[in-house]
């Protein structure tokens, strides 16, 4: 079975510019969520899906961030503009009934911003 | 709200030492706990997790750790660290809906 698959794997674009991540979770799934590391602090919440909405965005940082999961399976995270301090790890994590509550992650997608 | 908070932002040992990472929680229910390692480049990779069954936890790579609810802890363990342990290891807790993290503890060993 796959695990959870996150797009593009390393993304390097310059301040100002949009950068959309993509994350595929597991399949059967409901619940999605997206974290972020920045500039190897801890890793911090963003936001948590079910299905197709959005139970609880409390971790998004500002409205330049934007996550979307039409139809309730994959789910996009676009930064538009980015900037500097945008840079760092982006981690996509799903879980279900199936998966006894334990949260899978992918392996995360590299973002910098120069 | 849940938190974690870990002892030790950089832990080092020698080879053959025995390897302890401490990690403490905040829950106000019951927690799902974790343990979760990131190698240089990686992903994160789930070491161990405690479900409410059995309080002392054996994980992947010969790590284990206990949960302790009168101490509020979830401390890692390891007898003897090999070379390849060296790694970022975060601590988690999870009410269930959403996961929260601790802010990690680097693990160096040394030859």
């Known amino acids: 079975e796959a695990g959870v698959t996150q797009f593009p794997s390393h993304s390097v674009i310059e301040k100002g510019q949009t950068v959309t991540l993509r994350c595929d979770p597991i399949s059967g799934h409901d619940n999605l969520y997206w974290y972020r590391r920045v500039m190897g602090k801890e890793i911090k919440f963003l936001l948590h899906f079910v299905k197709e909405s959005k139970q609880d965005e409390s971790g998004m940082p500002n409205n330049r961030f934007l996550a979307e999961r039409t139809g309730g399976t994959y789910s996009t995270l676009k930064v538009q503009p980015a900037e500097l301090e945008d840079s760092g790890v982006y981690f996509c994590?799903?879980?279900?009934?199936?998966?006894?509550?334990?949260?899978?992650f992918g392996e995360g997608s590299w973002l910098t911003v120069v | 709200a849940q938190s974690v908070t870990q002892l030790g932002s950089h832990v080092s040992v020698s080879e053959g030492a025995l390897v302890l990472l401490r990690c403490n929680y905040s829950s106000s229910v019951p927690p799902y706990l974790f343990w979760y390692v990131q190698y240089p480049n990686q992903g994160l990779q789930l070491l161990l997790k405690?479900?409410?069954?059995?309080?002392l936890v054996k994980g992947i790579n010969g790590f284990e750790a206990e949960f302790k609810k009168s101490e509020t802890s979830f401390h890692l363990t390891k007898p003897s660290a090999h070379m390849s342990d060296a790694a970022e290891y975060f601590c988690?807790?999870?009410?269930?809906?959403?996961?929260?993290f601790g802010a990690g503890t680097r693990l160096t060993v040394k030859p």
């Open positions: 994590a799903s879980s279900g009934s199936n998966s006894g509550n334990t949260i899978y």
């Open positions: 988690a807790v999870s009410d269930r809906n959403d996961m929260r």
């Open positions: 405690y479900t409410s069954a059995a309080t």
